[in-house]
């Protein structure tokens, strides 16, 4: 499966930014997917994760009430809704997806077996 992220930019601290992750190639169903960040001079991170069928997220702790995960199947693609920004969240998103035949969710990028491109995503004080 090929990824595409996509829908970064610079916004201000308060504001709300919507990413999308946007899946060719294969039965998008069939994949589980996850949203991570690497800072400037930082590890990369988790942000977020869905199972194929969209029924079960989770979350890390410092995104929890203000970014939502979601995702149209329809449509082949995964959301990133995120609100109340702050400074701190700036950083290269990525999404990445990997098979599963149950609703299991990936928190580590090991789990993954596919990358897209990141999208700059800048918040300013």
């Known amino acids: 499966v090929q990824l595409q992220a996509s829908g970064g930019g610079l916004v201000q601290a308060g504001s709300s930014l919507r990413l999308s992750c946007a899946a060719s190639g294969r039965t998008f169903s069939d994949y589980a997917v996850g949203w991570f960040r690497q800072a400037p001079g930082k590890e990369r991170e988790f942000v977020a994760t869905i199972s194929r069928a969209g029924t079960r997220t989770y979350y890390r702790d410092s995104v929890k009430g203000r970014f939502t995960i979601s995702r149209d199947n329809a449509k082949n693609t995964v959301y990133l809704q995120m609100h109340r920004m702050t400074p701190e969240d700036t950083a290269v998103y990525s999404c990445?997806?990997?098979?599963?035949?149950?609703?299991?969710?990936?928190?580590?990028?090991?789990?993954?077996?596919?990358w897209g491109q990141g999208t700059l995503v800048t918040v300013s004080s």
């Open positions: 990445a997806a990997r098979t599963t035949v149950t609703g299991a969710l990936y928190a580590r990028d090991d789990d993954y077996t596919y």
